[in-house]
Structure formats: C-alpha cells, structure tokens
C-alpha cells in the first residue's frame, strides 16, 4: 500500500522561503509521477505543481511560477517543493500526491494515492 508523507511545513514571513518534501514508499517511485496541490480555509483543494516520473517535464498553476520549483530525488523517494517569495496567500495544507500513469496533469481525480498534508502558514 503507498504512502505518502509530507514534511517541511510550518510558519515563515512573506518573501521568505520552505522548502516542503514528500517522502514516498509502498509504489515504484521512478514510474510515477508526483504532484502538489494545497487547500487554503474556506477553499477547495487546488493544484500546485507536477513533475513526471522521468523529471524532465514539470507543470506548475499560474500563482506560483517563478517562485516555487519541483523536484525529485530518485535515491530517496521523495519529492521537494522549493517555496520563494512567499506571499500570504500561499497559506494552505500541502498535499502530497502520485500519479500511477506518470503525466503532470493538474486534474485533482487523476491522482491515485495522497498523503496527509503538511500546514504552511505565511505571515504578512
């Protein structure tokens, strides 16, 4: 059974960085593709940032390109979110999220496995 567990998260000032990591076990991580999504209060859960199984291809929402970066690292089976310029509107859970047929699509449905969420609180 996968499993997914977020780390990273915590409080940090506005134009600050976190990096966020998402550790993965129980699924051939290098055959999967790994996603970020995020949910504020109040809000539905919305999608962040993809990166394929092979790494080369990424996929990021609108919000958060040219601050945040994703990446992995195939030894360690886990995922980084790299968060820049923080604003406070990036204040949400952070969710982990793997993608069984490798696309970076940004389709909440098309995730099969999810971890537990990590809080990121961005203080103005």
């Known amino acids: 059974q996968a499993q997914l567990v977020e780390s990273g998260g915590g409080l940090v000032q506005a134009g600050g960085s976190l990096r966020l990591s998402c550790a993965a076990s129980?699924?051939?991580?290098?055959?999967?593709?790994m996603g970020w999504f995020r949910q504020a209060p109040g809000k539905e859960r919305e999608f962040v940032a993809a990166?394929?199984?092979?790494?080369?291809?990424?996929n990021y929402a609108d919000p958060v390109k040219g601050r945040f970066t994703i990446s992995r690292e195939y030894a360690k089976n886990t995922v980084y979110l790299q968060m820049n310029m923080v604003k406070p509107e990036d204040t949400a859970v952070y969710y982990c999220?793997?993608?069984?047929?490798?696309?970076?699509?940004?389709?909440?449905?098309?995730?099969?496995?999810w971890g537990q969420g990590t809080q990121v609180t961005v203080a103005s």
């Open positions: 990166i394929s199984w092979s790494g080369p291809r990424t």
């Open positions: 999220a793997a993608n069984r047929w490798g696309g970076t699509t940004n389709q909440e449905h098309e995730y099969d496995d």
């Open positions: 129980g699924l051939t991580f290098s055959t999967y593709a």
